[in-house]
């Protein structure tokens, strides 16, 4: 069992950055496969980045490829979301999840176990 906490959200303008963290509870951090989904209202989750339990392996949507960066401390059981260039479609419930698995970076909602609260990113044009 892990419990997840999510921070680091906010306003922010177009163009401008914001740091997301992910606190991880548990002492079995750096056995888990980490993401990052959001999610707008009236609209299904979507995939933004996801990290392998060793950080060797990351993979990230189209969308946000080259701006945001997904990394890890497994020390800190914390997991980031470094977001660069946000851009008014950014704009969305940030949310992070937890698996238990091997060398890969999960792309599916249903390959995560284990969900945060998620943090409200706004971004004004």
């Known amino acids: 069992q892990v419990q997840l906490v999510e921070s680091g959200g906010g306003l922010v303008q177009a163009g401008g950055s914001l740091r997301l963290s992910c606190a991880a509870s548990?002492?079995?951090?750096?056995?888990?496969?980490m993401g990052w989904f959001r999610q707008v209202p009236g609209k299904e989750r979507e995939f933004v980045a996801a990290?392998?339990?060793?950080?060797?392996?990351?993979h990230y949507a189209d969308s946000v490829k080259g701006r945001f960066t997904i990394s890890r401390d497994n020390a800190k059981n914390t997991v980031f979301l470094q977001m660069n260039s946000l851009k008014p479609e950014d704009t969305a419930v940030y949310t992070c999840?937890?698996?238990?698995?091997?060398?890969?970076?999960?792309?599916?909602?249903?390959?995560?176990?284990?969900w945060g609260q998620g943090t409200q990113v706004t971004v004004s044009s």
């Open positions: 548990g002492r079995t951090f750096s056995s888990y496969a």
């Open positions: 990290i392998s339990w060793s950080g060797d392996t990351t």
């Open positions: 999840a937890a698996v238990v698995a091997g060398e890969v970076a999960i792309i599916t909602t249903r390959g995560y176990d284990y």
